[in-house]
């Protein structure tokens, strides 16, 4: 099946389908767990981008909000599109335009039946868009405000050195649900996260070559009831997408379960349905 890819960043490349031969041979149903459909990017195609995705077998999507501007927008796209959920929340980057009102307005918005998660919330303190005291107490008002409401988070972390794991020691109860998405942590922060009881969301980057090297020695240590898959679109587009385009869509989540599933020596169809059913239990979705 041929696909024409229409957004701005691809618009010079060829039109090819999304999917390998191999790819579509494969007959499962896939939860791609975090992608950001708000993005400009998908402005102008977000139904052709939700139709590949279809196609490719990806028949629940969330859709991660990261200020409150995104946030509602995501809610918008998830309330008008079958399988396609949101999540509200402010990003550790956009933690310096934090506020209790756009906390506040965030836990209206998060009454939609369409919201099944808080995030991204957490710390990341190597580009330091926002300073480490906004990231610090805004993921902490996050927390607690999440709470009041019994969602699961979605967890964003880089180069915080503990401080996030700490941070969540003190504040996140036990029994609470939520994933550490994007993951790219040490052996030690991936077994704290597994103690704490949290699930990890792999992407695209465990396909590529150099960079998911540290990546791949560790995807075997986590456990099949744990995993979650995720494109994080627009962003990290996987091999073999990465070679003709610029963009990341959800179809694509296919060759994160592919690399996965070798990596793992697990057969796709039984990593699919495992990562299909966390992705429903984490967020409270009815899998069926
Ligand atoms: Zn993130
Ligand atoms: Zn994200």
Not at 181 to 209: A, D, M
């Amino acid at each position: 099946m041929i696909h024409q890819i229409r957004h701005p960043e691809t618009r010079n490349t060829k039109h090819e389908t999304p999917n390998t031969k191999h790819q579509t041979q494969l007959i499962v149903k896939l939860f791609d767990s975090h992608c950001h459909l708000d993005d400009t990017a998908y402005r102008n195609d977000l139904d052709a981008v939700l139709d590949r995705a279809r196609t490719a077998g990806v028949d629940k999507i969330m859709t991660i909000g990261v200020t409150r501007r995104t946030s509602r927008i995501g809610v918008g796209i998830a309330e008008s599109r079958d399988g396609v959920y949101a999540t509200v929340g402010i990003h550790p980057h956009d933690a310096k335009e934090g506020s209790e009102k756009s906390v506040d307005d965030l836990r209206r918005l998060a009454e939609h039946p369409k919201v099944k998660a808080w995030g991204e919330v957490g710390l990341d303190f190597n580009r330091m868009f926002s300073s480490r005291e906004d990231q610090e107490k805004w993921l902490i008002r996050q927390l607690e405000v999440s709470e009041t409401l019994d969602l699961p988070l979605v967890f964003h972390e880089r180069d915080s050195n503990g401080r996030f794991v700490e941070i969540l020691r003190e504040r996140f109860r036990p029994g609470r649900k939520g994933v550490v998405h994007c993951f790219s942590g040490t052996r030690k922060e991936l077994e704290t996260y597994l103690r704490i009881g949290l699930s990890i969301g792999i992407t695209g980057i465990v396909t590529v070559q150099g960079r998911g090297a540290p990546l791949r020695d560790l995807v075997p240590f986590i456990p099949l009831d744990r995993l979650l898959i995720e494109t994080d679109g627009p962003y990290l587009v996987p091999v073999p997408q990465r070679n003709k385009f610029r963009c990341n869509e959800p179809a694509f989540v296919r060759s994160v379960l592919l690399k996965l599933a070798d990596i793992r020596g697990e057969t796709p169809e039984e990593l699919a349905r495992a990562t299909y059913e966390n992705a429903c239990r984490v967020y409270s979705i009815n899998c069926s």
